[in-house]
């Protein structure tokens, strides 16, 4: 009882596992498969995010900066004067806090405070000296960049730079994605192409099965040539072959396809295609000044302008306005020192300017004339990808339309070969062709064949490559752009 319910459990598991349904795929999934979960997919977002790097070195240089430092003396020297006291403690603590601008403006506030007190010598104490004392001390200090970086320039540039490098990086990864799905899609159709080949193979194997079957009851009356039999029975064999090479050329490229899309492989698969043959859209005349390649060449000469622009700023020399406010108290207790300090009733105020300039100077100057020559490079560049661009256009236009005709044409042509075929068939009954022109017409009608198949995928693959050139293969799809944030002034 048991074997029998196992084996009626291996019989419908079996039955069931043979039914299952075809994995089933169209160009739009195909599309989906690969903008979710595609590998590439996931190593051009990290390629993005890795231009982040440099965004926020240049927003680092912004960035709030925090100091604190803390001491402690404890002093029992001598001194040859004989003046010092028998031992000095003394305490401080500093705290600073401080933030640059992109308009070159430096700003710092901090706060210091000395704590001393000390055991007297004879000499302090008949000068009635107090044995504790602190002072507080309170800075404000702004400079400003009048030449080197002059009003912030070069900080300016660099942000610039960093922006447009992200910028860049997020059309990159769009024209990545954009490659891999004309990759994914021509691995779609070569698959459909080997399907048809390998159902066309089948066909043409049955086709020279039912020729040899006449050909034999043919023989068998006598009213055959010499060697007609062997010879279609050969032709036979060579269709047999034909199916294990296009079954094998088949089932790879299935595999390869769905471990492309993230399938398991080893799959039963079904293709969707709402038209095997589409018309040519209607293209509308395209910029290339709109599109994504233009693009990043004229990003890449507006980084090569800022770096141009950083390099000259960072080679004047360095002259700042510098205006600094201090307030002082010193008492005996560090609450009354706080509070005279804090009155701002004894202030000291500073304002100069610092002048600084190699003598030379030379490496800057090499650095300018060497950026000045890739922002040259860069214009160049710029004018033959617009040059380049436009051709490209042009010819993926026409490539995309003479696929079509070729298409129309070798589906014409499979209907010719195809009532050739029916009537030289008939004509061999008959006794009025020969097998040799029979033979001909079959392989004719089987290179055509597979020339049709080979066309239509021909045909969509280069409306795909035109889609892709006109940026319209993932229209809709976004990444995210990023720019100046948190840090932003």
Do not use: C
Not at 93 to 99: D, P, Q, R, T
Not at 202 to 224: C, H, M, P, Q, W
Not at 418 to 430: C, D, H, I, N
Not at 437 to 466: C, M, P, W
């Amino acid at each position: 009882m048991i074997a029998t319910s196992l084996l009626l459990l291996t019989l419908m598991l079996t039955v069931s596992s043979s039914q299952a349904e075809p994995l089933k795929l169209s160009p739009q999934t195909v599309v989906d498969r690969v903008l979710a979960q595609g590998l590439r997919t996931q190593e051009l977002a990290l390629e993005e995010q890795k231009k982040e790097r440099e965004l926020f070195e240049s927003l680092g240089e912004l960035d709030w900066r925090l100091g604190v430092s803390t001491n402690f003396t404890e002093d029992r020297a001598e001194s040859l004067s004989g003046m010092s006291n028998l031992k000095d403690q003394s305490f401080g603590m500093g705290l600073s806090l401080g933030k640059s601008l992109v308009s070159g403006t430096h700003v710092e506030f901090g706060f210091d405070r000395q704590s001393q007190k000390s055991e007297l010598s004879t000499f302090a104490q008949n000068l009635n000296l107090p044995e504790a004392q602190t002072q507080d001390q309170m800075v404000l200090k702004i400079s400003q960049n009048l030449w080197k970086n002059a009003f912030g320039k070069a900080t300016r540039a660099r942000l610039d730079r960093a922006e447009n490098l992200l910028k860049n990086a997020s059309l990159e990864r769009l024209e990545g994605l954009e490659a891999s799905l004309v990759e994914a899609m021509k691995q779609f159709w070569s698959t459909y192409v080997a399907q048809e080949n390998l159902r066309e193979s089948i066909a043409a194997k049955e086709r020279y099965e039912n020729l040899v079957s006449v050909v034999r009851s043919k023989d068998r009356v006598g009213f055959t040539n010499p060697g007609e039999l062997s010879r279609v029975q050969a032709e036979y064999e060579e269709q047999f072959q034909r199916v294990k090479i296009t079954s094998f050329d088949y089932l790879s490229a299935v595999d390869n396809l769905l471990v492309l899309l993230r399938y398991e492989p080893a799959q039963e698969v079904a293709f969707a295609t709402e038209a095997i043959l589409p018309a040519l859209p209607n293209l509308e005349k395209k910029s290339v000044e709109t599109l994504r390649p233009y693009q990043i060449a004229e990003r890449e000469l507006r980084m090569a302008q800022a770096d141009l622009q950083y390099s000259q700023s960072r080679q004047a020399p360095q002259l700042d306005l510098v205006g600094e406010s201090r307030f002082t108290g010193v008492e005996d207790q560090p609450s009354d020192a706080f509070a005279e300090m804090a009155g701002l009733n004894r202030p000291t105020y500073f304002i100069g300017l610092q002048f600084s300039t190699p003598l030379e100077g030379r490496a800057r100057q090499g650095e300018v004339s060497f950026k000045s020559a890739e922002q040259r490079r860069f214009e160049i560049a710029l004018e033959r990808k617009r040059d380049a661009m436009r051709t490209d256009l042009l010819a993926s236009e026409r490539h995309a339309q003479a696929q079509f005709q070729i298409a129309e044409s070798a589906a014409r042509m499979v209907t010719m070969r195809e009532k050739a075929v029916r009537e030289l068939e008939r004509s061999y009954r008959q006794g009025r062709s020969s097998i040799s022109d029979v033979i001909l017409a079959y392989n004719a009608f089987f290179a055509a064949q597979t020339k049709r198949s080979r066309a239509i995928g021909d045909y969509h693959i280069a409306l795909n490559e035109l889609a892709s050139l006109r940026d319209e293969l993932i229209a809709g799809f976004s990444p995210r752009v990023s720019g100046r944030q948190g840090n932003n002034p």
